[in-house]
């Protein structure tokens, strides 16, 4: 299996890629879809909804500083972009800024010297809410091996470097609706089943119900 992107659902898909595009410095490939331009690995598409986001997603980006000038560097970017601050219910001695996007997805600009994501580019994580058993299931479903597992959280990272994607574990919000990201997959539907993934009306779901997709195989980044 390979992680080919993570799809947003967005009411105004070219506005959300335009803003990441910026924030990240990616490359725009048709108006819709970023390429990374670091060792991130996966692709993000924006894909059209009319639903407006109504709670806060599932996961989320943690980006990463040098210093504390470049975690206002960032931070004042994605402003300028069109992000703003917002309250997820942070303490005020926590370092990290918590920051959402046009449409109020949710991400963090971490603060430097955060040694779990030491040896992560600028997007340092994606970080999620779920249990032991979703991290364990997507290391072996993308073939990326454990780098913790601990307390019940969870966080795998290719091994070709790039974000790690991370599980908090509990306690964590039930699922209410359909998750406003999703992941997109190249690779054989009998394998994903065959670890635990259960075929929903869309595509599939993990075993704690997130949705993902399978696409046909696409040429490697």
Known sequence: ??????CFAAQDPARLASFWA?????TVEDGVTLAPTDDTGFRIRF?????????????????????????RETVAR??????????????PEEEHVVLADPEGNEFCV????????????FVGALACDGSQ??????SKALGWPLVWDQ???TAIRSPHGGPKITWGGPPFAPK????????????DPQEVTRLGATVSDDGFTDPDGNEFTLVPAANPL
């Open 151 to 153: 307390n019940q959280e």
């Open 110 to 121: 971490i603060e430097p010297g955060n040694n779990f994501l030491a040896e992560c580019g």
């Open 1 to 6: 299996m390979r992680l080919h992107a993570l």
């Open 133 to 138: 058993e979703v991290g364990y299931f997507w």
């Open 47 to 71: 894909l059209p909804t009319e639903e407006p986001k109504t709670r806060q997603n599932q996961m989320h980006f943690d980006l990463t500083s040098t210093s504390l000038a470049n975690q």
């Open 22 to 26: 910026g924030l990240l410095n990616w």
């Open 78 to 91: 994605a402003l300028d972009l069109g992000g703003r601050h917002i309250d997820i219910g942070q303490l």
């Open 176 to 187: 209410t609706g359909r998750n406003r990201l999703h992941f997109e997959l190249t690779g």
